[in-house]
């Protein structure tokens, strides 16, 4: 109750709300920049159980923005490194470690048994993988992405009405079309934002409450400090959810 007095003294979420999170389960896919803040913020809030799926080691470049890690882990597995610093921050929540890299015959087993996905990746393939996924098999996604000062936020709610991830980006970019962050640069705090916001809808999501996301796109312009929401619509061609 001392732990999350400030939750439950909030409007619409209470004691029952906390007990809703603490029965959730979260799966966040990639434990870097984006990862770092999400999972931090998913265990703070109580969410009983969070799994973290990451392939990666930890390299020194990394912190400048993934401050989930520190550099007594510099080499060793970013999953590693993850469990370690949620034990110590919560012990109460359940930690899952998954040390792969994702692709489309094991992303449906990463996802299954999961309340709500956090798409934290930074390249393209994985991020249809894990949209696709999570459209095929009914499960609510919050993505984000960062590069320089700007960053982008939507979530993709599975239903006949609502937009999926294609309908707005209908396939992967040809490679170098967009430009990636270890080329551009990132500002690690405007990552720590779209992580933090991340959170926030999965836990808006879990306790049961509204979004104008799923249908809108969140951009965020860190030299100018402006959000703007950005409509999507279904797209009745959509190879995957127009059908």
Same mark, same amino acid.
């Given at each position: ?23 959730? +389960? ?9 990862? *770092?803040?999400?999972?931090?913020y998913l265990a703070a809030s109580g969410v009983g159980t969070i799994k973290i799926v990451d392939g990666d080691k930890l390299e020194v470049s990394n @912190?400048?923005?993934? $401050? !989930?890690?520190? /550099? %007594? ?11 370690? /610093?949620? =034990? =110590? ?6 930690? $899952? +470690? ?8 094991? &992303?449906?087993?990463? $996802?299954? %048994?999961?309340?709500?996905?956090? #798409?934290?990746? %930074?390249?393209?393939? *994985?991020?249809?993988? &894990?949209? %696709? ?7 609510? !996604? ?10 982008? !936020?939507?979530?993709?709610?599975p239903s006949p009405t609502n937009p999926c991830y294609r309908c707005l980006i209908?396939? &992967? ?10 080329? /551009?640069?990132?500002?690690? *705090?405007?990552?720590? +934002?779209?992580? *933090?916001?991340?959170? +926030?809808?999965? $836990?808006?999501?879990? @306790?049961?409450?509204? /979004?104008? @996301? #799923? ?7 860190? @030299? ?20």
């Amino acid at each position: 109750m001392l732990r999350y007095e400030r939750n439950i003294r909030l409007e619409g979420f209470g004691e029952n709300g906390q007990q809703k999170l603490m029965n959730s +389960t979260a799966v966040v896919i990639g434990a870097g920049g984006l990862g *770092s803040p999400a999972i931090y913020y998913l265990a703070a809030s109580g969410v009983g159980t969070i799994k973290i799926v990451d392939g990666d080691k930890l390299e020194v470049s990394n @912190l400048n923005r993934q $401050i !989930l890690h520190n /550099t %007594d882990f510099l080499g060793k597995d970013k999953t590693v490194s993850a469990n370690n /610093t949620i =034990k =110590k921050f919560n012990p109460d929540c359940k930690v $899952i +470690t998954k040390n792969i890299r994702i692709n489309a015959l094991n &992303i449906s087993e990463i $996802i299954a %048994d999961t309340d709500v996905v956090l #798409d934290c990746t %930074d390249n393209f393939k *994985s991020r249809f993988i &894990i949209a %696709d996924a999570c459209w095929e098999n009914n499960k609510f !996604l919050c993505y984000a992405s960062a590069q320089g000062y700007n960053g982008q !936020l939507l979530v993709q709610s599975p239903s006949p009405t609502n937009p999926c991830y294609r309908c707005l980006i209908p396939e &992967i970019p040809p490679q170098g079309a967009i430009p990636h962050p270890a080329t /551009t640069g990132v500002l690690g *705090s405007v990552v720590g +934002t779209m992580g *933090s916001m991340q959170a +926030t809808e999965a $836990i808006k999501y879990l @306790l049961g409450m509204t /979004t104008s @996301l #799923d249908r809108e796109m969140l951009a965020y312009d860190g @030299l100018r400090t402006n959000f703007t929401k950005i409509k999507r619509e279904k797209n009745k061609n959509c190879k995957l959810c127009g059908i």
